[in-house]
Structure formats: C-alpha cells, structure tokens
C-alpha cells in the first residue's frame, strides 16, 4: 500500500477545478528529514520529489486556524527558484495558494498540504469582482480541510485493516507449521519403533549359528510406507526370511530387499477390519488442533476464567488470537463435524462450553434441519 503522503495527492488533486499543483511535507523517516513531494494536475502525472525545497520558508499558521492563505513569494522555495517566477508586482499581491496543515495519528508531526490554483483561473482574476473574497476563501479552506481528515482517516483504517489480516495470516502460518511440526515428529517416532521391531523380529528368528539376517535400507523405507501393523509385519517378515533361505543356501548372509516383501495379503485384510485408519490420517491435523484447544480449555477452567477464544488462545502451548482460532475453524468445519461424531466422548469442554465450535455446531444443525 503506498504512504500516506501520496494517497493524499492522488486523492487531492482533483478536489477542485484549477487546481494546478499540489505539494505535500512530511518527514520521511528512512532520510530523517522533511521532504516535499509534486503531484501536477493532468494525466499520468505521477508525485515527484521537489529539489527547490525550503523548509526555512514554510509560512506559519494563525493560532486558531490550520490553513492558510498565501501569495507564490511564499510559498517555501529556494531564492534561486523565486527569481526563476519573475514575479510581476500584482502576482505578488495575489494570493492563490492554500497551505493547509494535517497532524499524524499520533497528534505530534505536521503533514502540509500546498493547492497551488491556476493563475487564470476566474477565481483569481484582476478584477476585484471576480477576486475570490475572504468568505469563500474560508468556505474553500474549510471544505478541503474536512475533506483531507476523511482522505487521512480512509488510509489509516486501511493500514489498520492490513497489519489485521498480516497479523491473522502469520498466526495461521504458525498454526500449520507447529501441526506440521508435531505431524513430522509423530512420524518419526512411528517410524523408529517400526524399524526397532524390525530388527527384534529378526533377531529372534531361528538361523544357524553362522548365519545373519538384516533388511537393506531400500527395504525398510518400503515397510515403513505400508499400512500394516506389528503382529502381521511379524508374520511376514518370519515368512520371507523363511522363503530366501530356501534359495540362499550357499550364502550365510541373508539380506532383505524390498522385492521380497510381500504384504498384500495384510493390506486387504487392513482395508476390511480398518476402514477408519485412512480417514484417522488424513483428519490428524484436526485431530491435533482440536486436542490442543482443548488441553488450553482446561487451563482456562482451572484458573476460573472465562471460556472464551481470547482466553483460551492465551493458554495455548504458542500463544494465538481469537480470530485465528475462528479462523482455524472455518477451515477445519467438515472434518471437525465428522471427529465430533466419530468421536462422541472426546473434546467436552470444547463441545459444550466454548462458543466458536458451539456455532459450528448449531449452523450444521439449522442447515440440516432445512435440508
């Protein structure tokens, strides 16, 4: 999003017919110094910085008033600049630019605003007749004035609404990867105890004295994939070092490849007698978000606050907000139906006392009533 000051001339520039220019002072924080920026008023004009700058120059407000009436010797430019004008005696008479003073959110640095009005323009004509009067200068002044608070109130409620959702997307993005983080160490854990079994299991296999079995480091990859458990890994892995040996009688070295593992019989009879296995994987990232907020419930009841999405974030093991936890939700909602009727006597706290999952409930409820 760009800065304030150049939100303010793009939205400015237009404000009034024979606005020729439009300035603008800020501090820019990256130089540490004020700056002023040009916006000219036709197509394609894009805000520049002005290097004839004085900020020496800059005319002071009245005290009860922060705009300002001024003539083009002074408006805060360099002497070299002013001479470039040739200004004529009458020019130096007509004041044709509006100098209006805006404060930051913090009330304390000044942003000035320069409208520089065509010199042609009616409104500022020779004749006293057609000269703007003091009134309607007031009335100009005012009118732009109110509407640059709006333009300044417009952009910081934008920021505020950015830094929001940057705010909701890093916590969501540190939700996912301490799941992911878990997910992988579960994974790891399952995948040592598998390969410690693996080696038991051979080690009690009865060989003679002078034989070894072992698996190849190809082949426990390949078992460490299969979804099957440890009385059938056992079973197979007694059968196949039962049938190499068969075939291996002039080697003491029996060694496993993943060729001569065979579990497609323990896969069906998985796919018959476990048919919620699969789905349990997939929903472990629900399982695991849902497990976490309620441990968090339990504190919160334990220090008798209340159970509410603030309360129960804070208590989490990695602090998160409120809307990131309804957030988390919205994106969860079908799995999190399906665990919760699966799963009847788990997550109470959650279920019957923490309002965010009670909605998700009671929105699956009213819309299956209609159905």
């Not at 705009?67 to 002074?74: A, E, G, L």
């Not at 907000?321 to 959650?350: C, E, G, M, V």
Request: charged share 25%.
């Amino acid at each position: 999003m760009i800065n304030l000051p150049t939100y303010l001339l793009n939205k400015s520039i237009s404000l009034l017919s024979g606005v020729l220019e439009l300035y603008i002072v800020y501090f820019d924080n990256n130089f540490q110094l004020p700056v002023m920026l040009k916006l000219e008023n036709y197509r394609d004009s894009t805000p520049q910085n002005c290097e004839n700058f004085d900020v020496s120059k800059i005319h002071p407000f009245n005290r009860d008033k922060n705009w300002i009436w001024i003539t083009d010797s002074q408006m805060p430019f360099t002497e070299d600049h002013q001479q470039i004008k040739q200004l004529r005696l009458f020019d130096e008479n007509k004041v044709r630019n509006l100098q209006i003073g805006l404060k930051n959110s913090a009330k304390e640095a000044n942003l000035i605003l320069y409208f520089v009005f065509d010199e042609n323009n009616p409104l500022f004509g020779y004749s006293n007749d057609t000269t703007l009067s003091t009134l309607n200068k007031s009335l100009i002044a005012n009118i732009i004035n109110n509407t640059l608070i709006a333009f300044q109130t417009t952009w910081y409620e934008l920021e505020q609404e950015k830094d929001k959702r940057t705010l909701l997307n890093v916590e969501n993005e540190n939700i996912q990867k301490n799941l992911y983080l878990k997910t992988k160490e579960l994974n790891t854990l399952r995948n040592n105890q598998i390969i410690q079994f693996c080696e038991v299991v051979l080690n009690d296999i009865d060989v003679t004295d002078d034989e070894t079995v072992s698996l190849s480091q190809e082949a426990l990859e390949f078992i460490i994939k299969q979804d099957i458990d440890f009385t059938d890994l056992k079973e197979a892995l007694q059968n196949t070092v039962k049938r190499i040996s068969y075939s291996n009688s002039n080697s003491n070295q029996i060694l496993i490849e993943p060729w001569h593992l065979d579990f497609s019989n323990y896969q069906n009879k998985n796919r018959t007698e476990t048919t919620q296995q699969p789905i349990t994987n997939r929903l472990n990232t629900t399982i695991q978000l849902l497990n976490r907020l309620e441990n968090a419930g339990i504190k919160v009841k334990q220090n008798n606050q209340k159970l509410t999405g603030t309360n129960v974030g804070a208590a989490c093991d990695i602090p998160i907000s409120a809307p990131a936890i309804t957030d988390a939700f919205q994106k969860h909602n079908k799995r999190i139906l399906q665990l919760l009727n699966n799963y009847p006597d788990r997550w109470k706290i959650l279920r019957n006392e923490f309002r965010p999952l009670q909605n998700i409930i009671d929105n699956n409820n009213k819309w299956s009533k209609i159905g």
